[in-house]
């Protein structure tokens, strides 16, 4: 039991969250109804993983430090800075091709994202499921299951938009090359990664580098892209440093919650 033990779990939930309510952006809006059905179930997917892992989080804390906390309380209760999710998760649906910051969604760049992302739990989930931590190790064999899914949904996407049309071959390799830079810091370890580690809690990134880039590789092939230059840039969403776009979503996501505080329904 630790301090990273505890961020590391809330990294795990922020992520899952600040995904689940972009994606659910998308409820209405989606390109096809069979689309708009799957992005909204996607969604619940990972707020739901996002409420077991602030649950656990919340028993982590209770035992750390004696306060007792809710899942509501680390999702709408805490300030931007508080929030450790990757900065890839954060970013609206829409990238370089945008006009202004009023533009329509592009499909594009929700699929990208989603494909790296999953391909990356993919890798973490099944790693996860022998985590000294028996509860996260339970919380991982779940949500594998989902991912999968996630993962065999986007990849599905990202070769049909990048092998189509010229027009989406051309939406699917800007979001792409905007997007693949953020991957940067899914592989950069701190202190946390470090420390839970040492622990057996979790593993290193690192240590699936290789496969992950196998899996996207294998994808962008497919889908007749091309990988874009490495970045030397390393984003910092996971250490609190968000992009301009956090605040945004916070205050949508966060608004009705802090006006009416403790409220039920």
Known sequence: MSTEHLAYVLRLADNALILGQRNAEWCSHGPALEEDIALANMSLDLIGQARLLYSHAATLEAELTGQKKTEDDYAYFRAEREFANYTLVELPHFGPLAGTARTERD??????????????????????????????????????????????????????????????????????????????????????????????????????????????????DEATLRAPAEAKHISTGKLGEHSEHMGYLLAEMQSIARQHPGATW
């Open 107 to 220: 499909y594009a760049v929700t699929i990208v994202r989603n494909f790296l992302y999953s391909a990356l739990m993919s890798e973490l989930w099944t790693a996860l499921q022998a985590s000294s931590d028996t509860h996260l190790a339970a919380i991982a064999a779940k949500s594998i299951k989902e991912t999968r899914y996630h993962l065999h949904h986007a990849r599905d996407w990202f070769v049909r938009l990048g092998d189509g049309t010229d027009e989406s071959h051309r939406r699917a390799q800007a979001a792409l090359d905007y997007l693949m830079p953020y991957t940067r810091e899914f592989f950069h370890p701190d202190a946390v990664e470090r420390a839970v580690a040492e622990a057996g809690i979790a593993p290193l990134a690192s240590d699936f580098e290789a496969a992950w880039r196998e899996a996207v590789s294998s994808a962008i």
